[in-house]
């Protein structure tokens, strides 16, 4: 794949023409238009989710914080996507190994957690399958891509001390994007996946070792498998030129998992829901050649 960049009107007859599969159609250009190589700015915005999955406890988080992203021909940051390097680039399917994340939690008292260790920042990473199943152009405007997505990642769990391997998951998903259907720069994202997990991950969300079982909370061996199914729907809109809101929320069904019998395990049903903000500070007069 070449280094080089492509400017000006070649570079927007390219991404009119190619639209690889990864294009985000969520941000400030639309399908038709190059996107900056390079931008930064600041970004924001609270979310409520779940301690871990099928947990009753809940974790609120709010950060505003500087952002950058990179649009390479094979090292990508941001933009959706998280840090990424790609292998192969095609218009219909692209191979990365990418990056993932989730925030830590506490085991508070007078959960089902008590007196056990506390759940630690989890990070993926591994190679992901993106394929372009279908593009979509409406007649009175706008345009939709229909993706669907493979993950197989490494996990692991970290205090910023010490990085503990929690074992691998697997992640087959269906994604879809429309942008200006309803609305004029507006866009819509919906995707529904499956979530299989090593018995090593499911062990940390759900094992009870001897040390801390409880009148009510009886010794459980773990076992891997099937982890939960999710939901999830966003919108984004624009506030300003260069600034752009975005709101949105997932459902997580749990019921037939591999460790329902936990006691650990306390719902089938979890949800998460969360708003943010963008606000692009620079971008880059060189444009991204995808």
Not at 127 to 141: H, M, S, W
Request: net charge negative; hydrophobic share 40%.
């Amino acid at each position: 794949m070449s280094l080089i960049l492509i400017c000006g009107a070649a570079s927007d007859a390219r991404a009119a023409d190619s639209a690889p599969p990864e294009r985000d159609l969520t941000g400030f250009e639309a399908a038709d238009e190059a996107q900056p190589l390079w931008e930064f700015g600041v970004g924001g915005g609270a979310i409520e989710v779940p301690n871990y999955p099928a947990s009753s406890e809940r974790n609120f988080v709010a950060l505003a914080l500087p952002y950058v992203i990179y649009r390479g021909d094979v090292f990508r940051i941001g933009g959706g996507g998280g840090a990424r390097a790609v292998v192969v680039d095609e218009s219909d399917f692209e191979i990365d190994f990418s990056l993932g994340g989730a925030f830590a939690a506490d085991s508070d008292d007078k959960t089902a957690r008590e007196g056990m260790p506390e759940l630690d920042f989890l990070f993926e990473i591994g190679p992901q399958l993106i394929y372009k199943v279908k593009d979509f152009e409406f007649a009175d405007g706008g345009n939709g891509r229909l993706n669907l997505r493979v993950q197989a990642r490494a996990v692991f769990s970290t205090d910023f001390e010490r990085i503990d391997d929690r074992g691998f998951v697997f992640e087959p998903e269906l994604s879809y994007q429309q942008r200006g259907r309803l609305f004029e720069d507006t866009a819509l994202n919906a995707s529904l996946g499956l979530v299989f997990a090593t018995e090593k991950l499911h062990d940390y969300f759900y094992q009870v070792d001897e040390e801390f079982v409880t009148p009510d909370r009886p010794a459980f061996d773990a076992s891997g498998g099937f982890l939960g199914a999710e939901a999830s729907l966003g919108f984004s809109f624009p506030l300003t030129e260069n600034s752009r809101g975005f709101i949105g929320g997932s459902v997580r069904y749990h019921a037939g998992a591999a460790n329902e019998d936990s006691p650990l395990f306390e719902k089938d049903i979890t949800y998460s829901i969360g708003l943010g903000f963008v606000w692009r500070l620079y971008e880059s007069e060189s444009r991204a050649s995808w």
